[in-house]
């Protein structure tokens, strides 16, 4: 499952890499729904996207058991890729 939440992951930072963007807000009930994967998923893809957060990511949104589908958190770009030494573009 962890490779799931990681490539969905990475075409999300590469697509806004792609525009130009500077940052990117992902939500995890977002990121569940586009791997397709049930609500009982939610805490480790909770998990998985607090331990991909990098220096100058934030947290913009966290729900009070600190997972669940409202997180919310801002990945800055560019970034390498987690799994890759290639950067993003």
Sequence with gaps: MIPDFQN???D?????????????DVKSGDLLKRIGAH???MPLCCSFM?????TGD??????PSGQGASLIIRFKLPRK???SNRELG
């Design 8 to 10: 969905h992951l990475n």
């Design 12 to 24: 999300i930072l590469i697509s806004a890499q792609n525009k130009g963007f500077q940052f990117v």
């Design 39 to 41: 609500n009982r998923r």
């Design 50 to 54: 607090k331990n991909n957060m990098r």
């Design 58 to 63: 934030k947290i913009l949104h966290e729900p």
């Design 81 to 83: 890729l987690q799994y």
